[in-house]
C-alpha cells in the first residue's frame, strides 16, 4: 500500500484564521483510493521550516501533497522550495500563462506582472491546469535524492526510490475540482488496493459502553473497528481493505452485521445521519409528524427539512417558547405549567398530545428544557425533557447534560428528541 503525507501551507492555517478542510477532503479520498495517509502536517509560510518539512515527509513516505503557497505574491513560495529542494529549474509554461491572460481577460482586468509568476512550473513536471482559478496543480515523479538536492535530502533518501510530488492549489473550490478531474486518476494508478469504510452510528448509549460491548471487535486488523464520540452520540468506524472495491464492501458488511446484532436497537443506520431514517421510516410506515419545541427552537424541524421528501411526511411544526403560546397553541393547562413548570415532563406531555390532536399528525413529537441558566428558575442548565406520541403509544425522555453551553445543550436534544420518534416507529 502507497503511504502518503499531506503538508498544509499557510500561516493563516496556524492562527486559526481559516478552517483547514483540505486536509479533510484530502484524507477521505486518498483512503477511499487505497493510499494510506500516514501524517497531516501544517507549516507557515517560512521557506525554511517548509523545506525541511518536506524533505522529511519524501524521505518517508511514497507520495508527498502540498496544499496552498501558489499564489502570486512573495510569500507564496511552495513551488519555489519544492523545485529548490529536488534540484529542479523554474520554467515558463505557455499554456498556463494564456490561462492566466485569458483568466484576466474575460473579467477585463489587467494582468500584472506578479500573477506571470504562477505560469512558471518545474521542469519535467506535469501541469495540472486549473480551471477554478490561475494557481496550476503541479505533479512531479522524482528520484527522491538526485545529487544536487542537498544533505538534508540525501540523510533522509532509500537510493533508487522513485517518489511522488504534488502541489494544489489552497482555496477548497480548485483543489477539490483538480484533485477528482486530473489527480485522482493518475494516483489511482499508483494504488494496488481499495479502502472502504462506513460508520455503525448510534443513539441512547455512551462511547464507554458502546467500545465495552464491542471490544472483542476493536483488537481486528482487517477490517479496523474504532470507537468514536460525537455531541449525544457514539458510532463505530469499520474500515476494510482489499483488492477491489467489492471484496472490501463485503469485508465492512460483515462486521457491521455481527456488531448490530451486539448492538440492537442502539445501533440505528450505517452511515445514515438520523433525520434521514426518521423520514425513511416515516415514509415507510405511511405517517405524518407534527414536532413542539420550545428550547431548540426549530432545529428539529430544520434538520429534517433539510432533506428532500421531508414535506410529505412533516407538515407542522410549533415553536413555543413563551408559555402563553404554549397555552394557545398547544392547550398546555395553566395549572400544569403552575404546578410542574414548563419545563417539566408533564409539559412536554401535553405539548406532544396538543401538536398531535392540532395537526392531525400521526405521531407528535415535543421538547422543552433549560437550553442555558436562568436568573428566574431553580431549574439547572441542561434540564430538558422530550415526549413522543401516537396517541396511545407514549415514550418520554428526561436529559442532563449539567452543561451550560446552550449550543450544546440544543444539539444533544435536537438528537435526542429525533431518536425519540425513531424508537416510537420501530
Not at 342 to 363: D, T
Amino acid at each position: 500500500m502507497q503511504v502518503c503525507e499531506i503538508i498544509n501551507v499557510g500561516t493563516e492555517l496556524l492562527l486559526g484564521e481559516i478552517l483547514n478542510t483540505n486536509a479533510q477532503f484530502l484524507c477521505r479520498e486518498l483512503a477511499a483510493m487505497g493510499i494510506s495517509v500516514q501524517r497531516v502536517n501544517t507549516v507557515g509560510d517560512n521557506p525554511q521550516r517548509l523545506r525541511e518539512d518536506f524533505m522529511l515527509a519524501l524521505g518517508r513516505s511514497d507520495i508527498v501533497i502540498l496544499t496552498g503557497g501558489l499564489g502570486p505574491t512573495q510569500d507564496d513560495l511552495t513551488k519555489e522550495v519544492v523545485a529548490e529542494a529536488l534540484g529542479l529549474l523554474l520554467q515558463e509554461d505557455a499554456k498556463q500563462m494564456q490561462c492566466i491572460e485569458d483568466f484576466f481577460r474575460v473579467r477585463c482586468q489587467p494582468c500584472v506582472q506578479s500573477n506571470r509568476k504562477q505560469a512558471m512550473v518545474p521542469q519535467g513536471c506535469t501541469v495540472l491546469y486549473n480551471e477554478n482559478g490561475t494557481a496550476p496543480g503541479i505533479y512531479i515523479e522524482t528520484l527522491q535524492a538526485p545529487p544536487h538536492a542537498g544533505e538534508l535530502a540525501r540523510d533522509c533518501a532509500t537510493e533508487g526510490a522513485t517518489k511522488i510530488v504534488v502541489l494544489l492549489p489552497g482555496p477548497p473550490r480548485e483543489l477539490q475540482h483538480m484533485f477528482a478531474n486530473m489527480l485522482a486518476p493518475m494516483l489511482q494508478q499508483c494504488s494496488d488496493g481499495v479502502i472502504v469504510s462506513h460508520h455503525l452510528r448510534t443513539m441512547g448509549i455512551g462511547e464507554g459502553r458502546m467500545a465495552e460491548l464491542c471490544d472483542s471487535f476493536l483488537s481486528s486488523t482487517n477490517p479496523t473497528v474504532a470507537p468514536y464520540a460525537k455531541e449525544g452520540e457514539a458510532y463505530l468506524r469499520i474500515s476494510a481493505a482489499a483488492a477491489t472495491q467489492a471484496q472490501a464492501e463485503d469485508m465492512c458488511d460483515c462486521t457491521i452485521k455481527k456488531l448490530q446484532h451486539v448492538l440492537g436497537n442502539y445501533a440505528y443506520s450505517v452511515d445514515k445521519p438520523l433525520e434521514q431514517v426518521v423520514l425513511e421510516l416515516l415514509h415507510a410506515q405511511h405517517k405524518t409528524l407534527a414536532i413542539a419545541e420550545s428550547c431548540t427552537g426549530g432545529s428539529i424541524c430544520k434538520r429534517l427539512t433539510d432533506l428532500p421528501g421531508a414535506s410529505q411526511v412533516f407538515g407542522w411544526g410549533f415553536i413555543t417558547y413563551a408559555n402563553e403560546a404554549k397555552q394557545n397553541l398547544l392547550n398546555v393547562s395553566c395549572e400544569t405549567i403552575s404546578r410542574f413548570g414548563a419545563v417539566s415532563a408533564e409539559c412536554a406531555q401535553e405539548m406532544a398530545l396538543g401538536a398531535l390532536v392540532r395537526s392531525g399528525a400521526s405521531l407528535a413529537l415535543a421538547v422543552t428544557g433549560m437550553a442555558s441558566p436562568a436568573d428566574d428558575t431553580d431549574k439547572p442548565a441542561g434540564l430538558i425533557f422530550l415526549h413522543a406520541t401516537d396517541g396511545s403509544q407514549h415514550k418520554s425522555l428526561k436529559l442532563e447534560t449539567g452543561r451550560s453551553d446552550r449550543a450544546y445543550n440544543r444539539s444533544v436534544a435536537t438528537k435526542h428528541a429525533l431518536d425519540l420518534v425513531r424508537q416510537l416507529m420501530i
